[in-house]
């Protein structure tokens, strides 16, 4: 994998010159990261790039992973819908159990950072530790919390309170019932990784032919998890109303990542709404499919990501990265990447998702238009330098206090 240096003909000299310069303020300081699964879904996929990468800037950086049975993931997936706003009640039952799993690793983790990065709800209650430590303490929540189901947020506000920040993705996803400080981070995609960067033709060729996908005839896609939010069957209900009046190919992609016990029923689902049509490809990818997704989004028309509710939403960066047309609902983080018409589609049902679709399908020099635009945008705001930028400089400002510096 490309080092930091690599970045430099990708930002210019004077972004990357004050990325050392902020690394070096944190001389001393440990930064250990802790989620809830190394591999699938956003969060790991961006830990999985920025470690390596801030250890090359000589930051201390670290990253751990909690431990969790299927139970305490069923009750972390209840959680995590319940935030999105899904009425969803989490028993007493379940919740001690959350509990429980969460102090059993934070007596097996040894918890040694000067600065503890949790990312998401799972690892929150490490943070009961905190009391027999003198750190600094972060959470990072990757949901959009605006609107979640009461009961549960009420649990965990007690956790988030306890930490000296919390950092959001968007900033509709604030909260004016929080103690702790907010913070606005968005996301970011590396341009370098297997996932992001320029492919030569023939590989590219070679995964569409691999999945049975034929490139002389447009292809319409969604990459992502195989999970109720991100509306597969919905995708399913655009292509089927696109198709009765253009000849295209549907190419539903995705796996599932070991925090998310819900895949393989929708799965299942989506298989039976595909039924016998020849052109909808139902592709299961295993971790570590990031030249195939790559490919997959290159070789795409036109790409979807018709969440019903969405973190950040880093498959539409991804698309946008490669200069392609997307259409997307207006949930989360997503209409900060994209603005109507201009770097993409935003829609709000299938009725409208499956009118652009048609209008996409049938002008390539406009949909052509929004993919380079989108690209622009996704360069001057959403890589992974300006996202390190941004935690360079909260953890640094952990140390200040009413212009005392305790670095
Ligand atoms: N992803 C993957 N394999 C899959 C599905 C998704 O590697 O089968 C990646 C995808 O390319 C993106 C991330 O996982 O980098 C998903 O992030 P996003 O913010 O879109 O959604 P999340 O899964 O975190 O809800």
């Not at 998401?120 to 750190?135: F, T």
């Not at 989506?270 to 195939?292: N, T």
């Not at 973190?311 to 207006?330: D, H, N, Q, R, S």
Request: glycine share 6%.
């Amino acid at each position: 994998m490309p080092g930091i240096e690599a970045y430099r003909e990708i930002i210019g000299n004077d972004e990357l010159d004050e990325l050392y310069l902020l690394a070096d303020r944190l001389k001393g300081k440990a930064v250990q990261n802790i989620n809830s699964t190394a591999v699938g879904g956003g969060v790991a996929e961006i830990l999985s790039r920025m470690i390596p990468l801030l250890r090359d800037l000589g930051v201390d950086a670290y990253w751990d992973v909690i431990k969790g049975d299927e139970k305490f993931f069923a009750v972390t997936k209840d959680m995590h819908n319940a935030l999105h706003g899904l009425n969803i009640d989490i028993s007493k039952t379940d919740l001690d159990y959350f509990l429980e799993v969460n102090r059993r690793n934070s007596e097996e983790l040894d918890l040694f950072g000067d600065i503890m990065f949790i990312h998401d709800p799972q690892p929150i209650g490490l943070v009961e530790k905190r009391e027999h430590m003198s750190n600094k303490w972060i959470w990072r929540c990757h949901i959009d919390i605006s609107a979640p189901h009461e009961a549960t947020m009420n649990f965990l506000r007690g956790f988030i309170d306890r930490y000296d920040a919390a950092v959001f993705s968007a900033p509709s996803f604030a909260r004016s019932d929080l103690a702790t400080k907010q913070i606005l981070i968005p996301p970011s995609i590396d341009p370098l990784s297997e996932k992001n960067r320029d492919l030569p033709e023939e590989t590219i060729d070679s995964v569409v032919e691999r999945f049975g996908l034929d490139r002389d005839r447009p292809i319409v896609s969604q990459i992502s998890r195989f999970d109720y939010l991100k509306d597969p069957l919905g995708v399913i209900d655009v292509y089927k109303k696109v198709k009765d009046h253009i000849d295209c190919q549907l190419a539903l992609a995705g796996g599932g990542a070991t925090d998310d016990p819900e895949g393989p029923r929708v799965l299942d689902q989506i298989r039976a709404a595909a039924k016998s049509d020849p052109d909808i490809h139902i592709i299961y990818l295993p971790p570590s499919s990031d030249v195939e997704i790559n490919a997959l989004q290159r070789a795409s028309t036109v790409i979807l990501q018709k969440s019903l509710r969405e973190g950040f939403g880093l498959t539409v960066t991804e698309a946008l990265w490669k200069a392609k047309p997307v259409i997307a609902t207006a949930a989360g983080g997503i209409p900060l990447q994209i603005r109507h018409k201009r770097t993409g589609i935003l829609t709000y049902s299938v009725a409208g998702t499956a009118h652009y679709l048609r209008e996409l399908l049938s002008e390539p020099e406009y949909a052509q238009k929004l993919g380079v635009n989108g690209r622009e945008h996704v360069k001057n705001n959403f890589l992974i330098t300006r996202h390190i930028k941004d935690y360079l400089s909260l953890f640094i400002s952990l140390y200040y206090k009413e212009d005392i510096v305790y670095l």
